[in-house]
């Protein structure tokens, strides 16, 4: 569905947007949309705020924009952990929690003018995982925790209350989780 021949109108260009991401049900990322409509990425960025601000249940992730079906994305027991760590330790921890069937929702940081900044993650495997890092190394963007020195929490999610128990058990051994 190549549209790299033509020159779509900015309507269309929405329209077929929107109906890719309910079609895939994956992240897309926005350099690919850009590529596939020969626009440039923020026109794509544009596109997709506009289509949001129709609310659009469209959200941002590492991988890429995704269209949020209704309970989709619901694993039955979540919470929300606080770490602390350096950016060299992020990949431990993602793999911790992955590796124990854990998804990892978000990231949220308390910036002391901005107040809480959140990013979505949608991390739920280790290719998640190594696609996230590389995209971090390969576009030199720090991690929201260089922020706070460290600090950031995690909404988690997991099928059962035991895989969210062992991979806090697991982050705690290594020193990354903070208790009280």
């Not at 926005?30 to 026109?43: C, D, F, I, K, P």
């Amino acid at each position: 569905m190549s549209q790299s021949s033509k020159k779509m109108k900015a309507n269309e260009r929405r329209e077929y947007i929107l109906a890719l991401l309910k079609q895939k049900g994956a992240p897309v990322t926005g350099s690919s949309l850009a590529e596939e409509m020969n626009v440039t990425r923020q026109v794509i960025v544009g596109d997709v705020s506009l289509l949001k601000a129709k609310n659009e249940p469209i959200v941002a992730t590492s991988q890429g924009y995704m269209y949020m079906m209704d309970g989709k994305e619901e694993l039955p027991y979540q919470r929300t952990i606080v770490c602390q760590h350096q950016g060299d330790d992020t990949e431990q921890e993602l793999n911790i929690l992955v590796d124990h069937g854990v998804h990892v929702q978000d990231v949220v940081v308390e910036h002391p003018i901005y107040g809480d900044l959140t990013a979505r993650l949608r991390i739920s495997n280790r290719r998640d995982v190594k696609k996230f890092i590389e995209k971090v190394n390969s576009t030199n963007a720090s991690y929201l925790l260089e922020l706070t020195d460290g600090i950031h929490t995690h909404t988690i999610a997991a099928d059962s209350q035991e895989a969210l128990d062992e991979a806090q058990m697991a982050l705690e051994e290594v020193g990354i989780l903070m208790t009280k």
